[in-house]
């Protein structure tokens, strides 16, 4: 992969000039056997690259023979030790503990002092747990293993039809998948699934989206590169039979796909360019010409034609269904349906189904009666119609799009994910002391689970508390003896509680305490902190900034002002607090207040809402501001620049900056320039180079929690995670589905 091919870079050519030889670097570039070495190296990143998509897949076998010609054409590298270890986790989740524990005990023997030391050894002692558990943890849904499923709110009967598994199961989502009109293919976005034999492939050469087969199978159009694309291609193999061409330069990417006409012509689509923007228009493929269908100024979307070519329907400012001639002219409301997302119309022209976030409807043209359609979730959502029009067919993927929590080691190495067996919400997690276990929030359950770092089986912590209401759990105090959670009164408002707990326990071990009577404010965001002794709480109510006691105690007001405050946060000693003040829409101050009221301080204008912590002295306040990190002197010295993101090739818009308990190096989240997810990196205090860790992981990242001991740091992601053995198509006849069906 190219992150870890710079990552290793920069390493060398920091070394070289350590070491005084970094001018013979330059020597090297026009070395044959450097640029041989540089070939290899390429090549094998671009086997790192298929690896890590075949782990996903939890295709193991594959995914190892990728990682083993990575060591074979690089084994001197990092990236051939970040080979050897994923060869160590696919036997790890295959369940082959004996084969895991050689591996990883391998890579530990040939390098010592290598920056994956940490985390192999972790590895290894979650090998261990696992292997004494004798008990593999695979979660599978029962649902997989039927052919038939009965709907026992309705009685309509599913049946499966097609199963994909190994490397066809690569589709995460049915939104996007379309059948050739052979039905010999699956597309999605641009990858073409055979059902029967070949493996899936790319249609085109560059990346590509919305891809959709024209009613001939003889084309298929897509978005790239912002234009309207399309590629010749074969129906009976798939695919291209020449070269792609570019249809309409704009504005196109994530919208929802175009249209064909029933001749495989003309499309259908909303233009999207510098001087339109939502109106439906039509495109003619044997000579360009664009007629605009609509010219409204609310927003036209979804637009579909009708297998009969007379008619397009398609959604306007995103609630009302319409339809209109294909020639245009003056449309008409058929239904009000909320954030539709797709349209499409039945083969005979009768039907037009609507897929929104939430629902599904089916649309009657006879008389525009609309019905509610409710599948159940094992046969997943609705891809496309029969060719007869006579069954809807269904796509269950083998993907969950979760929240993932996942710790990297703070001197470098690959990452790896906790609690997998876990739905998580772990935008708010918790070390413990010891830092061999994280604590966080189950996703959807409002339960806090103690996930331990080398493996052992996650637990609960139970909460013993009569409190009247749903409860939410918040955040453990600094010593991890007390837990803050709130309590929902049924009137917008929550009553904010403390109680003692006992980690060891896992559970709580007294009364809880009232500390806060109908606090007025979202938890969703991190607007709460305990001091340093555990003895006080500053929260965000109503807007405005307060202090509470962490037992019994009158709350006392801090701020009074017609602007929003948040993320309050206490200094290290418990004397300030330093919290965010938006002033404008998209433009927030960075002020301090003593923690006993009086006139707060402005100690930076125009700073990153998500990004500001303390020095560990108390004396200064890091920040970021218009790209750069500086060091904030309290008694109004002058500002220290720390890191000129853009100079590191960073882009501004830190998120989760903090202090490693050396008190020496700051880590944190962005960017770097030009497209991608975010990354982490770590920068000396006093300033320097930046190193990024986790480099193996390609997902977006949100939060930053280093360990007490230092040794780690935790974080969260979010994306598909493969949580069950294949994915699956299951068809309904659309009578049962009418039958079954709700009208609105």
Known sequence: MKKLNDLALAMIVGLAVVWGIAPAVAGHLNDPQANLASDSSKLA?????????????ENFQDAIAQYKEVIKLSPQSQIAQDAQYWIGQSYFRMGNYDEALLIFGRLLKENPVSAIVPVTELMMSRVQQEKENKELKV??????????????????????????????????????????????????????IPLKGEEPFDL?????????????????????????????????????????????????????????????????????????????????????????????????LNASWSPDGKTIAYNRKDSEIRVVSAKGGESRKIADIAYGRSISWSPDGKWLFIGTNRKRHLIRLTDEHVFDIDPPKEVGGVFSWSPNGKKMLFYYPSYDYADVLKVVSASGGPSFQLGRELKLWPYVHFWSPDSKTIITEGAGDSTFWMIPLAGAAASPLKLDVSVQGKLHPLSLSPDRERLLFSAEQGNGKENLYVVPISLKEAQSTGPAVLIFNEWDCWHGLKNWSWSSDGKKLAVIHKKDLWVLSAEKGRPVQITKTSESETLPEWSPKGEMI??????????????????????????????????????????????????????????????????DLKEQGLVAGTVGLSWLPDGKHLVFICKKEGKGPTRMFIVPAKGGKVVELASDDDDWKYVIFPSPDG??????????????????????????????GKEK
């Not at 994306?719 to 006849?733: A, H, L, M, Q, Y």
């Open 711 to 740: 040794k780690w740091i935790s974080y969260n992601t979010e994306g598909f995670i493969k949580t069950r053995p294949e994915g699956s198509i299951w068809e309904v006849d659309v009578e049962a589905l009418l039958k079954s």
């Open 45 to 57: 990143e671009q086997h790192f690259e298929k690896a890590i998509k075949l782990l996903k897949q």
């Open 578 to 643: 330093v919290y965010i003040v938006e002033v404008e829409q998209g433009k927030a101050n960075l002020q301090v207040i003593s923690a006993s009221g009086g006139e707060p301080t402005r100690i930076l204008d125009n700073c990153d809402y998500w990004s500001h912590a303390w020095s560990p002295d108390g004396k200064e306040l890091f920040a970021e501001s218009k790209g750069m990190i500086f060091a904030l002197p309290l008694d109004r010295g002058k500002a220290r620049k720390i890191l």
């Open 204 to 300: 085109v050469d560059t990346e590509a989206w919305r891809g959709v087969w024209s009613p001939d199978g003889k084309k298929v159009a897509f978005y790239s590169g912002e234009a309207i694309c399309v590629v010749p291609v074969s129906p009976e193999t798939g695919r291209p039979t020449g070269p792609a061409k570019k249809l309409l330069d704009g504005r196109y990417r994530y919208m929802s796909p175009v249209s064909w006409a029933p001749d495989s012509e003309r499309i259908v689509f909303m233009k999207a360019d510098e001087k339109t923007q939502g109106d439906i228009w039509t495109l003619s493929l044997k000579d360009g010409t664009l007629n605009q269908i609509t010219d409204d100024p609310e927003v036209e």
């Open 139 to 192: 979660k599978r849904d029962a649902a997989l293993d039927e052919k038939v499923i009965i709907d026992p709110k309705t009685g309509a009967t599913y049946r499966k039809i097609e199963s994909l598994t190994g490397k066809k199961d690569v589709v995460e989502m049915s939104s996007g998948l379309n059948f050739s009109p052979n039905g010999k293919f699956l597309l999605h976005e641009d990858i073409v």
